[in-house]
């Protein structure tokens, strides 16, 4: 991977500031396999429908969720497959099963045996 400039590196990190959120979070993961309205957002996480337009505004500047019309009806859904993979990527992580016993990184404490 290239290295990124102070700009880039940056605009990830705000990605990963927004993301940080729970509830902006939440809502991107409501949106990470079916578009979604306010209204479905809100109720289907118990958030108000101005504090859930508020973290989706943040969360369509950052190109996170893009907005789908339909109609007279706006949907949100991942903005592209990049955001998405990394999403199932992190999720998929975290919910496996792992074992820290082997995946220690202290190799100075990993005498050779005689």
Same mark, same amino acid.
């Given at each position: 991977?290239?290295?990124?400039?102070?700009?880039?590196?940056?605009? #990830?990190?705000?990605?990963?500031?927004?993301?940080?959120?729970?509830? !902006?979070?939440?809502?991107?993961?409501?949106?990470?396999?079916?578009?979604?309205? #306010?209204?479905?957002?809100?109720?289907?996480?118990?958030?108000?429908?101005?504090?859930?337009?508020?973290?989706? !505004?943040?969360?369509?500047?950052?190109?996170?969720? !893009?907005?789908?019309?339909?109609?007279?009806?706006?949907?949100?859904?991942?903005? +592209?497959?990049?955001? !998405?993979?990394?999403?199932?990527?992190?999720?998929?992580?975290?919910?496996?099963?792992? +074992?820290?016993?082997?995946?220690?990184?202290?190799?100075?404490?990993?005498?050779?045996?005689?």
């Amino acid at each position: 991977m290239r290295l990124l400039s102070s700009e880039q590196v940056a605009d #990830v990190a705000e990605v990963f500031r927004l993301l940080g959120e729970p509830n !902006r979070l939440r809502i991107v993961l409501a949106c990470l396999e079916v578009d979604r309205t #306010v209204g479905e957002i809100g109720e289907a996480l118990g958030l108000s429908q101005s504090l859930t337009s508020h973290h989706l !505004r943040l969360l369509r500047t950052a190109r996170i969720l !893009r907005a789908v019309r339909n109609g007279r009806h706006v949907a949100y859904a991942i903005d +592209d497959d990049h955001v !998405r993979d990394v999403l199932r990527n992190m999720v998929a992580h975290l919910t496996e099963p792992h +074992d820290h016993a082997h995946h220690t990184h202290n190799h100075a404490e990993e005498e050779p045996e005689p």
